[in-house]
């Protein structure tokens, strides 16, 4: 008699290397795409040199090291904990978002000199980096190359 459990793969013949078995697993492919398409529309804080705004931010935040340090390791942590259904965003607002964003926007942090603004409820200043500098991490080299 069987349990069910032997017979479940008996049709696939799928190897570790074919990689058209394994799912995409990020949403998103780069730190520029989840900053872009992301965190820049749902973290919407004004930004500026004025008065009316104490936190600064750069379009340009790929100039920056200690930015795409942090975006990434946000980007990443998102990936990671979106899986969770049940207190995996949270998780993320909490314990990442919330201690990264405002040591990137501080008076004194990496884009203390930044001229760039918003008003309230437009998402964060975004100018595109050049082009290559974040390729899309779910494309293999090949599909890169064309060879596929």
Known sequence: MSDGYDDLDDDQDVTEDDESAKPDTLVFGSVDEFFREQLRL???RVVGPSNRASRRW????????????????LWRSWEHLRLDGATGS???????????MPLLMSADGPFAD????????E???YEAPPAGMFP???VTPREASGSV
């Open 42 to 44: 749902t973290y919407t």
């Open 58 to 73: 750069s379009a340009q935040w790929w100039r920056s090291p200690e930015a795409i340090a942090r975006l990434e390791a």
């Open 90 to 100: 949270s998780t993320w607002w909490r314990d990442h978002l919330d201690h990264h």
């Open 114 to 121: 930044s001229e760039d603004q918003n008003k309230p409820g």
């Open 123 to 125: 998402p964060l200043p």
């Open 136 to 138: 899309d991490v779910r």
